[in-house]
């Protein structure tokens, strides 16, 4: 079993929707908890990142941790057919490593 | 401020040769790692690299090794190749080592190498 779970997908969605995106992962050692966005033939793209469980927003993007459930979202509001993007949520453990442990990535489609 | 650079961009090697990659971070940035992206395993920690010493490593085979210059610019070398080792080869930097900045690590385009 990975270490974190991301439903691959793909998902498809009319632009304007509302996405939900989901990792799931077992190592409790996980403190700090990343979204990138990566565009066919690029490198990962830095969203955001969170820290303690709760939400952060930037933007039409927000991030959801519940450590609890050992449980990560990303929100997307207002979606554009620019978003479409394969999204990749990440996870480290101690302080100092800078080893990130990703999901598989879901690939999002917007639809105009 | 430029971003991260790797290069060459492409790369096609037949099984048995070596190659050397490299990746130049954004300017200041002094920690490096690489990563491997393929379709069934997805991004894989290679190694990480600061002030010139191997931070950390992931769990690949002694084929694959790096290192990094003073002015922080990093290579990796894979030897032996395998056709296994077709991937897009991926590195990543933070600004230096430790904490909030290992959250913030900005990934260059990749070199996409295939292994005949």
């Known amino acids: 079993q990975k270490e974190v779970e991301q439903d691959p997908g793909p998902l498809s969605v009319p632009e304007g929707a509302i996405v939900s995106l989901n990792c799931t992962y077992s190592?409790?050692?996980?403190?700090?908890f990343m979204w990138y966005r990566q565009y066919s033939r690029k490198g990962p793209e830095l969203l955001m990142y969170t820290y303690s469980s709760g939400n952060k927003e930037d933007g039409r993007f927000t991030a959801q941790v519940d450590k609890s459930s050992k449980y990560i979202s990303l929100f997307i509001r207002d979606s554009q057919p620019s978003d479409s993007a394969t999204y990749l949520c990440?996870?480290?453990?101690?302080?100092?490593?800078?080893?990130?442990?990703f999901g598989q990535g879901t690939t999002l489609q917007v639809k105009p | 401020k430029a971003g991260v650079t790797q290069t060459p961009r492409y790369l096609i090697k037949t099984r048995g040769q070596q190659v050397t990659l490299s990746c130049s971070p954004i300017?200041?940035?002094?920690?490096v790692s690489w990563y491997q992206q393929t379709p069934g395993q997805g991004l894989q920690f290679l190694f990480e690299?600061?002030?010139?010493?191997?931070?950390n490593k992931g769990n690949f085979p002694g084929r694959f090794s790096g290192r990094q210059f003073s002015n922080s610019r990093s290579e990796m070398n894979v030897s032996t190749l395998e056709l296994g080792d077709s991937a897009l080869y991926l590195c990543?930097?933070?600004?230096?080592?430790?904490?909030?900045?290992?959250?913030?690590?900005?990934f260059g385009p990749g070199t996409r190498l295939t292994v005949l």
């Open positions: 990543a930097s933070s600004l230096t080592s430790g904490g909030v900045s290992y959250n913030e690590q900005f």
């Open positions: 190592n409790s050692a996980f403190q700090y």
């Open positions: 300017s200041g940035h002094r920690s």
């Open positions: 990440a996870m480290r453990g101690s302080s100092n490593t800078g080893k990130l442990i």
């Open positions: 690299y600061f002030s010139e010493t191997q931070r």
